[in-house]
């Protein structure tokens, strides 16, 4: 069986926000919180308000579901309790309790959080099919094809080895499942949530391995399916199985701090309500104590621990504008810690999570408060994440329908979308499988924007080969570079949270994704598309490698053939004198040139903005006086720096022949990190082309600069 035993793993009650208590959806009567962690055993069977044709076993249940859904249909629920508890009857927990209290205690997490009645029906029956006699079309028969689907995806779940041997095809097919409706997924949490919750029985090594488990793999997924109030409360039930004498530590000082009597947590929430009221802003204030590991964490980075430390405020309000309104108030009255304000509000995390986060501190002694604000239905997403977007196939309401297209698929929120897509991409379930253990690693994440005004949420350390498989899927293969808050930027550049993003494409349908990209990817995306496409072409073409040496390229300047090295005419006082244009700034009509004398006789003519002309004058050198004849000829050395790709320099010395440009040497500097710098000597037969001929290079895919030859800080 799957649950199978019955001491609290904990010594003592975690805070009442860690356990899942959801706010009341807006405008209804707020309901006294139930105490999840109080009511898993025993309670479920004690006396309770009997519900009209329900057993007095589910009366919790029923009264968390009508707090969320007034008007829902309770007879499935009564027939799934009926079967559920006759079909279980005669088997026991290995604490001696029946059975039938675990599918009871999975059934009244998720009804607490919202989950809908079709949800509670099949979690009552979950574990039916896999410990007795019922089966899968018995389910189907008397519930409907939903609650079939449900309960089958729930028991593969249950067949699922999550550990380090675990089979990555087994997962992978479970995954599967849970992705094509997310509340096989939610009950899976909530059944393990109360399998921790009631881990005393078993052998340590084996509290150890199941804690171990759901740490790597369940916490995660919570996390990411954004269900707030399972993963908090499973991470401190891990914390007191892995790390038994720290938990103990910081459960001591918690119930320290709840002795006292100088809170400064009431003594701001006081203040707030005050401004508030002032302020004509209806809104509910909440003190939310810290579950122990949130403690344990904010211990180990600040050493003493002060009393505002271990909560933080939460602002609920009606409206959206209402959030932002509280937000200048507090701004307004208090002294803001500008460093600490989030707007998740605007830009969402990929689970759903919205909300703003501040900080205040207090005049009296500097004490930092952190500040939460949110609509009620903002913190009850935040709480339950996809449980609270309830049934998948029901019709979208207005809220969905008006929000993100994403987000707005119960069935599919962000990350969960992606995840379906790496499962499809994957070349081997063994990539599939390493890959998705790598990003549930990751537990941080940030937000870059694009141009156009829209967001890509990437993890911690990601880099523009990410941002580009994020934005562009399979067509990010063509990716050159890019433009990182407008300056250039190489595909492996590290992006920070609140960078703008700006990815240079190229045209070429079947470009191919540099190896070396494979070593800067750091989602699952981006890593599963370049395995996948490099797989599919294993010789790396030789162009790739070394981008700037195509076969059909033109060689460097030492093997070019002579030509003829003319330029524009320039006129010198006194006439006669041998004339060369520097080479420092490769001055062409109508520039305005200025000329020195320099040995045997030659005049050298620079541009009169070149750095070369200040430093020579400094040394008393005399200028010349030069001047343009009448010839519009010219010859001009340009610098152009791309990204490589194949074929790169022939596509470009073709842009530059249409223009009428004479090429008269070509140098190309080895790639570095994927950008390559190339210099091109070039005569043309009128000056005034120039500037076609530099917006032609530029045009040419992968070419994101073209330049005139600089001045250089030496020589003449």
């Known amino acids: 069986m799957n649950a199978e035993a019955v001491n609290p793993a904990t010594p003592g009650p975690v805070p009442p926000a860690a356990t899942g208590a959801v706010a009341p959806a807006p405008r ?98 979950h574990d039916t099919v896999e410990d007795t006699d019922v089966t899968l079309d018995q389910v189907g028969e008397e519930f409907g094809a939903e609650v079939r689907y449900l309960v089958d995806g729930v028991t593969k779940l249950e067949k699922v080895d999550y550990g380090a041997a675990a089979e990555p095809e087994t997962f992978r097919k479970m995954l599967l499942a849970t992705g094509n409706d997310v509340r096989v997924m939610s009950i899976k949490l909530a059944d393990r949530l109360h399998n921790m919750r009631t881990l005393g029985v078993m052998r340590r090594e084996k509290q150890e391995r199941i804690a171990k488990v759901t740490r790597d793999v369940l916490i995660p997924l919570a996390e990411r399916l954004g269900v707030q109030a399972l993963k908090s409360e499973l991470e401190d039930l891990v914390f007191a199985v892995m790390h038994p004498e720290e938990y103990a530590h910081t459960r001591e000082l918690v119930q320290e701090n709840a002795a006292r009597t100088d809170d400064p947590l009431t003594a701001v929430a006081d203040e707030v309500r005050g401004v508030l009221r002032e302020a004509d802003i209806q809104a509910e204030i909440l003190i939310r104590p810290r579950h122990f590991v949130s403690v344990h964490r904010v211990s180990r980075k600040r050493g003493t621990l002060r009393g505002a430390d271990f909560g933080r405020l939460l602002v609920l309000v009606q409206e959206d504008a209402d959030c932002y309104a509280v937000l200048g108030e507090l701004h307004t009255c208090m002294t803001p810690v500008v460093s600490e304000f989030k707007d998740f509000i605007a830009v969402p995390k990929f689970n759903l999570y919205q909300s703003l986060h501040t900080a205040v501190a207090r005049a009296q002694d500097g004490q930092v408060v952190e500040v939460l604000i949110r609509t009620h239905q903002m913190h009850k997403v935040a709480e339950a994440g996809v449980v609270a977007l309830g049934n998948p196939y029901a019709q979208p309401s207005e809220e969905q329908s008006a929000g993100d297209g994403e987000r707005a698929d119960p069935t599919r929120p962000g990350w969960l979308s992606r995840l379906l897509d790496w499962q499809r991409g994957a070349p081997d379930p063994d990539t599939f499988w390493s890959t998705l253990r790598e990003d549930l690693a990751q537990d941080r994440e940030i937000t870059v924007f694009r141009p156009d005004g829209g967001t890509l949420g990437l993890p911690e350390g990601a880099t523009c080969v990410d941002a580009a498989y994020a934005q562009y899927g399979e067509d990010a293969h063509a990716a050159m570079g890019a433009r990182v808050n407008g300056r250039l930027a190489t595909m492996s550049t590290v992006l920070r949270d609140g960078d703008t993003v700006q990815l240079l494409m190229g045209q070429d349908p079947a470009s191919e994704p540099s190896r070396e990209w494979l070593e800067h990817a750091h989602t699952p995306a981006a890593r599963i598309a370049i395995q996948r496409r490099l797989a599919a072409s294993p010789q790396p073409a030789p162009e790739a490698a070394e981008p700037a040496r195509g076969p059909d390229a033109p060689r460097p300047a030492a093997d070019a053939p002579p030509v003829r090295p003319a330029s524009a005419d320039v006129l010198v006082d006194p006439p006669g004198a041998t004339v060369r244009l520097a080479g420092c700034c490769t001055p062409v009509p109508p520039d305005e040139i200025t000329g020195f004398a320099v040995r045997g006789g030659v005049v050298t003519v620079h541009r009169a903005q070149c750095a070369v002309v200040a430093r020579m004058k400094s040394t008393g050198r005399a200028e010349v006086g030069v001047r343009w004849g009448e010839s519009t000829g010219c010859r001009v050395t340009l610098l152009a720096e791309s990204f490589g790709r194949p074929h790169l320099l022939a596509d470009l010395t073709e842009a530059m022949a249409l223009e009428g440009a004479e090429i008269v040497s070509a140098t190309v500097d080895p790639p570095d990190r994927q950008r390559v710098r190339h210099s091109y000597t070039v005569v043309l037969p009128d000056a005034a082309r120039l500037p076609a001929l530099m917006r032609a290079m530029r045009d040419v895919a992968g070419v994101y600069d073209v330049s005139r030859a600089q001045p250089q800080p030496t020589g003449a």
Do not use: F, N, W
């Open 28 to 125: 209804r009567k707020a309901r006294p919180r139930i105490d999840l962690r109080r009511l898993g055993r025993a309670a479920l069977l004690g006396a309770t308000t009997r519900s009209r044709g329900l057993p007095d076993a589910i009366g919790h249940v029923v009264e968390a579901h009508r707090a969320h859904h007034p008007d829902a249909d309770l007879d499935p629920l009564r027939r799934a309790y009926v079967l559920a508890e006759s079909s279980h009857r005669g088997q026991m927990r290995k604490s001696g309790e029946p059975y039938i209290t675990h599918p009871l205690a999975v059934t009244l997490i998720l009804a607490e959080l919202g989950a809908e009645t079709t949800t509670l029906t099949a979690s009552l029956l």
